[in-house]
């Protein structure tokens, strides 16, 4: 199915399960599925993401990218040449830091995890996601979202979605993501397509509907 398609579809689920995203959706306007490359690099990218801005992520990413020139795409003989010394100096914190050099590490010794993580279910590649330290719910749900294109999954935990659904939906508190599970169920199967419309929307500064 195409994005065009997919959006449609996305935005006729919305107006039949919940005005509030469906408004959103209307509101929003265009926005673009993401294409990203299943590959190390954005691996790398989310777990220098987790819990930090968007912002203070690209700055620290761009300073290792920097350090293990010539290559624009991280490989994980990049990382490991850096290592863990080299990740920290860049602005990672020490546990994540160790979380990238074991992952590079992993991929050198199974060098088509990647691939074979491409060709599972959607469940069966989330699990084997979470088993590589350093990866958990919201960074494999990011990874799937992102670079898998798996349009049904939700990343909980995210703090610009969360903060927004706690804006949409203010009876019921922020921060209480396990509240908001319901809410989130509705959306499926498009919730990632949601997700993509509150991180936006978030982005633009939550200006009323």
């Not at 990740?87 to 830091?97: D, N, Q």
Request: one cysteine or more; charged letters at 20%; proline letters at 6%.
């Amino acid at each position: 199915m195409s994005d065009i398609k997919i959006l449609k579809a996305a935005k006729q689920h919305f107006a039949i399960v919940d005005p509030v995203m469906s408004a959103l959706a209307a509101f929003v306007g265009e926005i673009d599925l993401p294409k990203r490359s299943a590959d190390f690099d954005s691996l790398t990218r989310i777990i220098i993401g987790q819990q930090i801005s968007l912002t203070a992520a690209n700055s620290i990413l761009k300073r290792i990218k920097d350090a293990s020139l010539p290559n624009i795409s991280l490989s994980p003989s990049d990382i490991v040449v850096l290592g863990t010394g080299g990740l920290r100096a860049c602005g990672l914190s020490g546990p994540k830091a160790g979380y990238i050099v074991g992952m590079a590490e992993l991929l050198i010794s199974r060098p088509g995890f990647l691939d074979e993580i491409m060709c599972l279910p959607v469940d069966l590649a989330y699990g084997e996601l979470i088993q590589i330290k350093g990866i958990g719910p919201w960074s494999a749900n990011n990874f799937l979202l992102f670079s898998l294109r798996a349009f049904d999954v939700y990343p909980h935990g995210d703090l610009a979605l969360n903060k927004g659904l706690g804006r949409l939906y203010g009876d019921i508190q922020e921060g209480m993501d396990d509240s908001w599970e319901g809410i989130v169920k509705k959306w499926s199967p498009y919730r990632g397509v949601a997700a993509l419309y509150l991180w936006e929307w978030t982005r633009r500064g939550m200006p009323p509907l």
